[in-house]
């Protein structure tokens, strides 16, 4: 999704930049952008993918420590560590959900 998100968005400044519509398209690109950004279908879209995110980087976060933090280089070992502590994870919530396997 972020990557068709990412596209979507370099093809739409593209065409503005490459474009010689004028300010009049212009406009009309930035009240059709700001209209979608303001539905609650897409804003609600866009929160639950932030918080997935969030959560898929915090169980990464306790598994790489868990099964690698011995051999990784220390301050990588300390950033996964003070990731884990500031989001507030635990080896036992992975291994709850089954994603600490």
Do not use: I
Request: charged share 25%; glycine share 10%; net charge positive.
């Amino acid at each position: 999704m972020r990557y068709r998100l990412t596209f979507m968005t370099g093809l739409a400044v593209g065409y503005v930049l490459g474009s010689r519509a004028g300010r009049e398209r212009y406009e009309q690109l930035r009240k059709m952008a700001r209209q979608a950004a303001q539905n609650p279908a897409v804003r609600n879209a866009a929160e639950s993918a932030a918080q997935s995110g969030r959560q898929a980087a915090a169980k990464a976060a306790v598994t790489v420590d868990s099964k690698f933090g011995d051999r990784l280089p220390g301050p990588v070992s300390e950033r996964v560590r003070a990731l884990r502590e500031q989001r507030g994870g635990t080896a036992a919530a992975a291994a709850e959900d089954g994603w600490g396997t």
